[in-house]
């Protein structure tokens, strides 16, 4: 029975005092050393992504296990780099796109013009407010 006892108690040493700390510096060393992978280019090969039918879970078209950064959606690519809204219409012409930005610039001009508006009302707010305060100091 001792000869078990002493048998136990070495391997517990060289596990609390050897292999404990040498986990411990591997992991400082594969986190402290390990690089971010460049995420690669995305290409629309014609093998990739054939579905049949679509997935039962979420849309239909993401993976159960999807990564947003790491996995593409076919066909437009990374969800970062494409506007899932726009699947399936039809391509923005220059007409429409000056039509749009157009109006953008109208938007524009009202807001900037609505802003000034509120910029002079709080200074003249300011202005009465300093002078009330003026006029309550001299009495």
Do not use: C
């Not at 048998?7 to 040498?22: A, D, R, T, Y």
């Not at 809204?85 to 009202?110: C, H, M, W, Y």
């Amino acid at each position: 029975f001792l000869a078990i006892t002493g048998h136990s108690k070495l391997w517990q040493k060289i596990s609390l005092f050897g292999v404990l700390p040498l986990i411990a510096i591997l992991t400082l060393l594969v986190f402290s050393s390990r690089a971010e992978e460049e995420r690669l280019e995305f290409k629309n090969y014609p093998h990739m992504y054939k579905r049949s039918k679509p997935f039962w879970f979420r849309d239909g078209n993401r993976t159960a296990f999807h990564n947003s950064y790491f996995n593409a959606l076919p066909p437009g690519g990374y969800e970062d780099e494409i506007d899932e809204s726009t699947i399936g219409q039809d391509p923005e012409s220059e007409k429409d796109k000056k039509a749009r930005l157009k109006e953008f610039e109208k938007v524009v001009k009202n807001w900037r013009k609505h802003s000034s508006k509120r910029d002079n009302q709080l200074k003249k707010e300011a202005a009465a407010a300093e002078k009330e305060s003026r006029k309550q100091e001299a009495q």
